[in-house]
């Protein structure tokens, strides 16, 4: 039994230099996997605006709003990955990519 905790810890240690690409990673997946379901929102919210002023807003959300909820969402989820175990790390990595595919799947995105 020990040698395979030793052999999962070894395993999660190799997950270890990666935490903030893992984390940059989801943070880009579930934009991808929520996107239409955000801009169709925002869609809604300036429907009666004009031409120009709904252009202006998507630009400004899809260019600088994707961006820096991307800049800021990011490290929030590294630091809660590096405070997991590195027994455990490999395997919330892999669950919450896991249920990214079902989500996506199930949106048709996949």
Request: include cysteine; glycine fraction near 8%; aromatic fraction near 14%.
């Amino acid at each position: 039994m020990d040698a395979l905790q030793d052999l999962l810890l070894q395993w999660g240690a190799l997950f270890r230099p990666y935490i903030r690409d893992i984390a940059l990673a989801m943070v880009a997946t579930s934009l991808v996997v929520f996107g239409d379901d955000i801009n169709r929102f925002i869609r809604r919210q300036v429907a009666g605006m004009h031409f120009v002023w709904r252009t202006l807003i998507f630009v400004l959300v899809c260019a600088f709003g994707y961006g820096a909820f991307t800049l800021f969402v990011t490290p929030i989820v590294a630091r809660q990955l590096a405070g997991l175990s590195n027994l455990w790390l490999p395997w919330v990595t892999l669950g919450i990519f896991t249920l990214l595919g079902i989500l996506a799947q199930r949106r048709r995105q996949a």
